[in-house]
């Protein structure tokens, strides 16, 4: 009985989607398996832009697997609330500002090209046009914000010296400090400049943050292209561009396309990768590309067979997913300062407390909504959505009258927020790198298995953290997958690309202290490390 609803739910399930699917227990066969050149895992955009390099190089037979109901993948939107009209508001969970635009003439950050092709709707984002408040209401202390910016600038200085030197990284904070931003535990005004400086940006504190890494990417994004962001407010969703770019080569209901598919298991191997998912269905393709998350690798969600190796797992769990939690909330009127995008809170006990509000309803994002935002990151974000919406909406609750004493403040009519950390197809919002962290090591995070790639936000070294990154890594994975199959990269200077071939790991990364530091002299003693492996 079991057996047989089992085959008839099996059989529907390949008659909707042209995978075989085949029990689960008796462990497919690749023969039973359908048959592909390329299996993208995951159809946010760097699965689609992989797709796409794939289609641009005349790759054509490749297989989406994509564990929602629709592709776009982080960039997620959401109705939320109602217009005068009673119609819900589209907002934005995931992805929200195209950050670094480009300059006249330079270079174009891709998803900006994408924005203007398809004319997605986006306001200029102005960091500067913020007011600063306590838990006594408003109070200027902006000058700390120019403080903050003096010291990034000699900080961002000495962090290029320690790069193009291959000099020991550190902290942003102790980089921070040694350029003259120290805020004191206790001067919460500083704290919040300092949360708004970094971890707004960044997701994680500048003491968890490499000094190097985090200027270079901030530097790489608003040097490369410019240091213009916008935000997006287009009621289509942010992903319209995922879909656009999408429909470039894939039909409606194309084939290539599996929706509604959790990946389960990768089996890897040099000739080739097969893929199970959770029907029971399976694909078996020469070539495959995982682009989940870094958060999706670090919980074990997809097992892999073999095993990673040491270096491949080492990579994963050293670089860092944090939570980045945007809370909505709409009132019935708009009872904050209308000609204002961001307001500062310094909460009086604890950093990062509800830190900054973003208020929408302004003529250039969406009029007359009376909607506002307040972002909260990691343990805030965490905090929220183990404690729920009701107690979650008190605290904001409290800390908008706080700002606000002389208005007598409604209850939101609708609020919400994201649970980042526990969506099983992200676990998280976006990568970080962690103080101390080495290019080689994030090249384990980049490279190969064999014939299986990776592509993402998180493997991107130079715009980790952003949709534009993801659609680098995409490209670059599908190109060269498609130059290796067409045997264009024996000849390198023939091919146009960069590097082209499999990618590079690291076996063992290196510290920087010999062996022979360790002495008497500089305090290693007592110690059976020193015993054995001296004199
Ligand atoms: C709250 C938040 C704010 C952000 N703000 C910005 C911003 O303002 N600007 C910016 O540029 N970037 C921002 N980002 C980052 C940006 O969203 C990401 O860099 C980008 O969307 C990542 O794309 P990706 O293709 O690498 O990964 P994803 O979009 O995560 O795509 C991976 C796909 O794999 C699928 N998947 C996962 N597991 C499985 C499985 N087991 N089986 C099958 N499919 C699976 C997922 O459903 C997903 O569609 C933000 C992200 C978040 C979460
Ligand atoms: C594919 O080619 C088109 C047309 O030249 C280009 O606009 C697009 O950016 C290319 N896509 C990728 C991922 O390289
Ligand atoms: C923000 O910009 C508006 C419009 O230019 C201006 O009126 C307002 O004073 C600015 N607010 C702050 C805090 O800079
Ligand atoms: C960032 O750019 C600035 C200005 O060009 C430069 O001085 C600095 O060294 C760069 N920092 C990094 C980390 O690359
Ligand atoms: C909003 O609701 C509050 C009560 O919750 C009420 O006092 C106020 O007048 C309302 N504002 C508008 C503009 O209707």
Redesign the pocket.
Known sequence: MHLHQFSFLAALAGAIQPVVAVPHSSRAQEGQCKKTTVAI???????ISAAQALHNASVHDFAI????DT?????WHVPFGEDKDGKPYTIE???????GLGNPGGPQNP?WTLAQKYHLKTHYSNYDNISTYNEHGYKDYSHLLEEYDNAYDIANMRAGEILSQNLQDQSAQSGMALAGWNPKKHDMEAQAVDWWKWDFEDNFTPLESSLVFGCAGDNLTSNTFSDHDNFVTDQRGFNILIKEMASTFLKKNDPRLHLN????EIEYSKDGVTIHNSDGSCVSAAYAIC???LG?LQND??KFTPKLPDWKQEAIQKFTMGT???IFMQFNETFWPTDTQYFLYADPTTRGWYPVFQSLSMPEFLPDSNIMFVTVTNEFSWRAERQGDEKTKAEIMDVLRKMWPDKNIPEPTSFLFPR?STEP??YG??SNWPPSTTLEMHENLRANNDRLWY???ATSPTYF??????WFE?QDAGRNIAAIMQNRCVNAKESKLRECGPRRHYETLKGTSPLADYTAVNGWTANSFYDSNTD
Request: proline content about 0%; cysteine-free; overall charge neutral.
């Open positions: 895992l995951g159809g946010g955009i760097a699965g697997l994509e564990y929602r592709i776009g993948g982080r960039a969970m995931g992805a929200n500002w195209v950050q998803i598919t959790q990946v389960e682009t989940f998350s999706v969600a997809v980045y939690t945007k980042w197809w992200a919002s976006y592509a993402g936000e953290g952003f949709l534009h990154g993801a995409g």
